[in-house]
């Protein structure tokens, strides 16, 4: 042993400084993490070295491994310098995992709280832009014309004011990589749940699988008819069955769901099974084979997974990457439902062709007929077209506006012509024929499906959406239009409600600033107070109920958060490592 004693010494004298060299800087760097002032171009040069550090390092180690004594041929002073050795080793493999860490953690996109943040000051700016409006537009309509000069005046300032701030804040969120890494999350948390569903709805043996039954043909029209079969899917993803959809004499397709989109399974489609029995609870079926699902409006007991619950799992990312975790979440489910048949694919091809669909383009939808009077008011087309041309007027700071397209899907046949006469300025994206199947005597058939499923498509690829949300075509375009970007959560305005889906859980709100009221419409606010939101009347104010007073009003809406109910979702580990093996 004496001929290389001393370098033994040498290489544990420099492994040890290396090691201490490593463990600091990468101490170092992840106290630095927590000071975004630090400049990027210092952190690439730290970087840097930090990759030459490892190199060093790897070389070393192989240096420590050549030297290392074989077991059993050494003496006391050897058998105590391969243990020193060892302990060098598990040091730099330490410093190697904490540097390996400090990187993932700076190339991963922005923290929690500056994407929380963000999405707060977008909100806020705008809840403040829909107040002064509102007061503004009451001021002047009780002055004389002087005044209203003025008022108009100070609107459009405004209006260019809150256009302004809304450009910044759309470059912030595109900053320094962090739009990249919003696409690149967006994909990777889509795939995973359409890979964990994919797995659920295909079990290696169909004759064994537990199934939950679910029937289309509820008495309603076809987004009504999607969201049942979305509420169907999100419990029988909860209560791990296989999904079994009936939709042999579908009102809209005798053929079935099959005809027009994929099958929800290839490999388990019969409903059969050793014991069968209508829904009576989680629990309670948990030896039932076969569960068949009522219409949510008969539901009971109600499951935890309905809407507008998310999985524990995802909640974290989520929050971070999207500004409505929950509408996000039931996209996915509409996005594996109307995955197209070939022929449907074909025909939304030809469509757009025939149409000149292309952007920049603005999607309306005008809900009239049935709706008007008993769940809707009537909107004219002039309060849509408000909306429009101050979208046009927010695209207009960022991209070329080579004409003002709008998309118009509507069930009234006569709206086409009024839009083009009073907004000659503006191109008119409309297929009439649609509009005369979406009416009532007509609404029932396959082309009337093949009107809406294109309307909704249409609707779904434009920029921005102006439409009412008590309409259900209006929120299906607007869930598949999450699952076309990153976070489309603030590319709608909707004329009446708020988004909500059809027996859904409580929508609830957190304050985080306190109110006084100021009138007898008013309710207090204190931070922490839970509210049941009713509604958001878009002039700064929404309306509902402080759980903990029991007092119904209005209410700031910039003085509150969303409270998101995440649930325990199966985590199917197995379908997560399918999904690992195959990127690798």
Request: charged share 25%; with cysteine.
């Amino acid at each position: 042993m004496r001929p290389w004693a001393g370098s033994w010494r040498w290489i544990t004298l420099v492994l040890l400084a290396w090691g201490t060299l490593l463990f600091y800087i990468g101490g170092h760097l992840v106290r630095d993490s927590e000071h975004p002032e630090r400049s990027s171009r210092e952190l690439s040069k730290i970087l840097a070295k930090l990759e030459r550090l490892k190199q060093q390092n790897e070389d070393l180690r192989r240096m420590a491994e050549s030297l290392r004594i074989p077991d059993g041929q050494a003496e006391a002073a050897g058998s105590l310098a391969a243990g020193k050795l060892r302990s060098l080793e598990d040091q730099l493999t330490r410093a190697k995992q904490k540097i390996y860490s400090f990187q993932k953690l700076t190339g991963d996109g922005p923290g929690p709280t500056q994407e929380e943040l963000r999405r707060r000051v977008e909100n806020g700016v705008k809840e403040f832009w829909y107040f002064v409006r509102s007061e503004v537009k009451k001021l002047a309509s009780a002055e004389p014309s002087e005044r209203q000069k003025y008022a108009d005046t100070l609107l459009q300032d405004l209006g260019h004011q809150e256009r302004s701030i809304m450009t910044d804040l759309y470059y912030l969120s595109q900053a320094d990589g962090v739009g990249e890494w919003r696409v690149k999350e967006a994909k990777d948390l889509s795939d995973l749940v359409q890979n964990r569903i994919t797995y659920l709805q295909n079990p290696p043996d169909c004759s064994k699988a537990r199934k939950l039954v679910c029937n289309i043909n509820k008495g309603c029209g076809y987004g009504c008819q999607l969201h049942h079969v979305v509420y169907c899917f999100m419990i029988a993803y909860g209560t791990q069955r296989t999904l079994i959809l009936e939709s042999h004499n579908w009102r809209y397709a005798p053929g079935g769901w099959e005809t027009v989109f994929l099958p929800v399974s290839n490999t388990c489609t019969d409903r059969s099974g050793a014991t069968t029995g209508h829904w009576s609870g989680e629990a309670h079926d948990k030896d039932v084979q076969v569960v068949e699902l009522p219409i949510v409006d008969s539901l009971h007991p109600r499951p935890p997974y309905l809407p507008l619950a998310i999985p524990e799992d995802l909640a974290p990312r989520l929050h971070r990457l999207h500004g409505d975790p929950s509408v996000w979440w039931v996209s996915q489910f509409v996005k594996y439902l109307v995955r197209p048949q070939a022929w449907l694919e074909k025909e939304i091809q030809q469509t757009t062709a025939k149409l000149g669909f292309k952007h920049p383009i603005i999607g309306v939808h005008v809900r009239r007929t049935d709706k008007v009077g008993t769940e809707a008011a009537f909107h004219p087309i002039e309060e849509y077209m408000l909306h429009v041309e101050e979208q046009f007027q927010h695209l207009a700071r960022r991209v070329h506006i080579d004409k003002k397209r709008v998309y118009l899907a509507t069930d009234d046949p006569s709206l086409l012509q009024e839009a083009k006469t009073k907004y000659p300025e503006y191109e008119f994206i409309s297929d009439n024929s649609i509009s005369w199947s979406a009416g009532l005597h007509n609404r029932y058939t396959e082309n009337s499906l093949r009107g809406v499923i294109l309307d909704i498509h249409f609707l779904s690829q434009t920029d921005f959406l102006v439409c009412t949300f008590s309409s259900q075509v209006c929120r299906v375009a607007y869930e598949i239009m999450q699952t076309l970007h990153p976070d489309a959560s603030s590319f709608f305005y909707s004329l009446d409600d708020i988004y909500y889906f059809g027996g859904q859980n409580a929508h609830n709100q957190i304050a985080i600033y306190p109110h006084q009221p100021r009138n007898s419409e008013d309710i207090p606010l204190e931070p922490g107070d839970v509210i049941g939101v009713a509604g958001n009347h878009w002039d700064g104010y929404s309306k509902g109920i402080n759980r903990k007073l029991g007092r119904t009003g209005l209410y700031p809406s910039y003085k509150v958060k969303e409270k998101i109910e995440t649930v325990k979702y199966p985590m199917y580990p197995e379908a997560d490592k399918l999904l690992n093996s195959q990127k690798k």
